[in-house]
Every structure is written in C-alpha cells, then in structure tokens.
C-alpha cells in the first residue's frame, strides 16, 4: 500500500492543493528554492516511498508524484494494476494483461469506495440474513461451506463506470479505461440457498447488501455503500456467497473473506467484505442507490444534456461488451497475426464476435467459445491476415444472444455509465 502520511489519498492532495500536498508529504516550503529543494525529511520521506535512493532528486520537480507512485501498483499481491487512486483505492488493469481465459488474482481490478475493514480474518466472521424472512440468520464462514452446497464458477464482475474515460463532455468519476471488468473463479454458497433457507416472504422486492468497509470521512455510522437488486435478480442460482478467488482466500482489496458476486449486473451489486444481507418491501435507499449513482438517464441523451433527477433509472443487465486482449495497444505485427480476447453480455450470452481492419468496412467472423459456465465471459480468437505494412486499427464488436451489437459511438449519459463502445487496438504491421 502506499504510505498514507495524510487523512487525503496522494491523488486527492495533489489535485486540490498541489502546495498544500507537497509540505504535508515533504515537510518543505512550497515555491522553495529549486535547486537542491528536495533534501532532509523531504528526501528521506520521497525515499520511503519509492523504496531506493533517488540519484537525481535535485532535479524533482514541485508538486511532483514520482511515476512509480502514480501509475504503478504498490499492492501488495496486485500485478501491473493501473492505480487511478489511493483513497479510496481504485486500480484498473490494462487490456493486455487481461489475457487469461480466467483472470488472475493479481489482474482482478480494485474498485473501493471506502476504507478497507481493519480485520478480515475470516475466523470470527459472522453473516447475518434478516429483514422480512421468516427465520433470521447469523452463520460464520463455516457455517455457510457446511450447510449449503459449495460451489465453483467463473463469473464476470465489471463496474458500471468502465469506459468512462472517453466520455464527451467528460463525467467525473474514477477515470476507468478498459480494466474495470474481470472474471475470476470464485467459490462459495448459491445466495438463492441461503435466501430459501431463510424463508423470503411474499412481499419482498429487494435485497440490501452491507459491507464492513468504512466510510471515507472515518464517521462509524456512515456506510460508504450498500446497494442491492431486485428479489428475482437474487434468487439467480449464479449469484454466490463467495470466500475464494480463484482456489485460494479473496484477495484483502477484492473482499476479504466472504463476497458477493452477482454477474452481470454492475459491479456495485456485488458487495465485498459482506456482514449482513437484509430483505425489504421496497426498493432499497442505502448510499450510492439512490440520487443519480448507479442510474442512467430512461431515454437517450445528447451529449452534455442536462437530465432531471426524476428521469433517472437504476441500472440493471450490463450491456454486451468485448475486449482485445492481443495485441497490446500500439503493438507491432507480422503479415498474419493471431487476435484474441474475450467477450460478455450482461444476463445474456454472446452469439459472435466480428474483427474489422478497414474502419469498420468488413467484418471477420472469429471463433468463439461456449463460456464455461453462464455469467463467464467467452474467449475468442482470429488469425487476422494485413494486406501490407502499415497502420491499422483492430475493431471488435460483440453480438448478443438477442441480437443486439456493441455500438461504435457511446451512448453518453451524465454519470458516464454503460461504455459498451467497440474496443480499437492500434498495429503497426512491418
Ligand atoms: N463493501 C463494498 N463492496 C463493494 C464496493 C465497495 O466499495 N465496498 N465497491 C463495489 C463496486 S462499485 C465494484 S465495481 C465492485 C468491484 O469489485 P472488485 O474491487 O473486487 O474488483 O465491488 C463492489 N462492492
Ligand atoms: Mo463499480
């Protein structure tokens, strides 16, 4: 993690109060004299952070955030995740490295909106099941895995906010390029079975979902989020109640040690840390379901338009999406070059994946596999021949199992939500 000298995350200081930022992390003046500025506690503490000494530190600039702090992850069993911010915690993972059929550990992206619970251990661990059922329900970890059948499954989990950097006018938010999506294998208990075990009653409408992270401002009676989704949504079989990632403990950023998972739907469904699931008669109102958080617009909107908040929806079934996972941006190819990545379609599945190399004029169909179980993404690939050396623009466009294709241009909405935008990957062919 990085150091944490501030109550601010180092993204946060920086962007309000560049001055400010630089004497509460380096202890100097600000406008100090250039040459020779960062040196004794400044120094020391800049040293700290990147973890060497720093050979040309005379030449740091003000208001300076080494590169290996801003773009690098420092997290702790985290691989080459893009950090957008430290707090809360938000990392994306670049395509590329998103090339696994299932994804790692490591390249699952971080998505918080609060603070990380001090204790995750899962041995004192207690989920509680209440609200309108007919036999409330507290159970330890063990009590889950003992009780209910125990199941594994690759599911996708992707933030509603994915693709929001290239919205026009821009909407603020996490800067989420392509790596806010990812899918795990996870390993838990179906939340149907424990919802059944419980017994819901007739009138309930909605789950609500609290987590055991805190609020940014460290008040104790604030959650940061709690969200949930209709009582049909979450009587999916594929939803689960997980507490592994990929065969082993979730990762501390991704949970720890009991999650949700509910694929397909925005990834704010799916709470980490999870203590209690609570049933309800109406739609739930925690923090970030009501307002315009999580909502689109309930008709299409110009660019820039101003939306009432009444005309706002919650967003459910993410859109069909794709993601090239090979070659890298900006790579160079030969004449013929495999192309690979994956694609999903929220509660749907995917029926085709095209390529284009000519702007879109032509379209090469690739082979695509079954996912391996519902909710997974589905792998693709193609052997894409380039007439001649040159630049060339790789499109992928999804189909869905209704038909319904990834748009080229985004559909723009004031949150900036729902970017299922074609992916385009730069090739230099030689
Ligand atoms: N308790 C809790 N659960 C949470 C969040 C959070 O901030 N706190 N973020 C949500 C959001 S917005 C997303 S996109 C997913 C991200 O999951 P990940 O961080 O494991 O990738 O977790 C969701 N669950
Ligand atoms: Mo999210």
Not at 154 to 179: D, K, M, V
Not at 184 to 212: F, P
Not at 392 to 407: C, F, K, L, M
């Amino acid at each position: 993690m990085l150091k944490r000298t501030t109550e601010k995350g180092l993204f946060a200081l920086y962007r309000e109060d560049p001055d400010k930022a630089d004497r509460l992390l380096f202890g100097r003046r600000a406008h100090a004299d250039r040459r020779g500025f960062l040196k004794g506690a400044g120094l020391t503490a800049m040293t700290a952070m990147v973890g060497a000494a720093i050979p040309f530190h005379r030449n740091i600039p003000e208001h300076f955030i080494p590169v290996a702090l801003a773009s690098e992850s420092t997290i702790e069993g985290k691989d080459g995740l893009t950090v957008l911010n430290d707090r809360p915690v938000n990392a994306e993972t670049p395509p590329h490295l998103l090339d696994d059929p299932i994804t790692p550990t490591a390249r699952h992206f971080i998505r918080n909106n609060g603070l990380v619970p001090d204790d995750m251990s899962p041995g004192g661990w207690e989920l509680t099941v209440d609200g309108l059922v007919d036999t409330p329900m507290a159970m330890s970890i063990d009590d889950l895995k003992n009780n209910f059948e125990v199941v594994t499954e690759a599911l996708i989990i992707e933030c509603g906010g994915n693709g929001r950097a290239f919205f026009n006018p821009p909407a603020r938010g996490n800067q989420w390029t392509y790596g806010a999506v990812g899918c795990s294998e996870w390993t838990g208990v179906r939340l149907a079975d424990v919802l059944k075990a419980a017994g819901v009653q007739n009138n309930v409408v909605y789950t609500a979902h609290v987590g055991a992270d805190g609020h940014l401002s460290g008040d104790p009676d604030k959650l940061p989020i709690s969200r949930g989704v209709p009582i049909e949504k979450a009587m999916d079989p594929h939803n689960l109640i997980a507490f592994a990632q990929n065969g082993n403990p979730i990762h501390p950023m991704n949970g720890a040690p009991l999650r949700l998972v509910i694929p397909g739907w925005p990834g704010s469904c799916s709470q980490k840390w999870l203590k209690r699931v609570w049933l309800r008669d109406q739609v739930h109102d925690g923090p970030k379901m009501t307002g315009t958080s999580y909502r689109v617009p309930n008709r299409p909107v110009a660019p820039g338009e101003e939306v009432a908040k009444e005309d706002f929806v919650i967003m459910e079934a993410m859109p069909v999406k794709s993601l090239i996972t090979s070659p890298a941006m900006g790579a160079s190819a030969g004449g013929t070059t495999e192309v690979r990545g994956h694609a999903w379609a929220g509660d749907r599945s995917v029926s085709a994946v095209h390529l284009s190399i000519d702007f879109g004029s032509t379209w090469i169909e690739t082979s695509l596999d079954d996912p391996v179980n519902p909710h997974a993404w589905q792998n693709w690939r193609a052997n894409v021949s380039f007439p001649q050396a040159g630049y060339y623009e790789v499109w992928a466009r999804a189909t869905d199992s209704e038909g319904v294709s990834q748009p080229f241009a985004i559909a723009w909405n004031p949150k900036g939500y729902l970017n299922n935008a074609m992916h385009r990957v730069a090739v230099t062919v030689s």
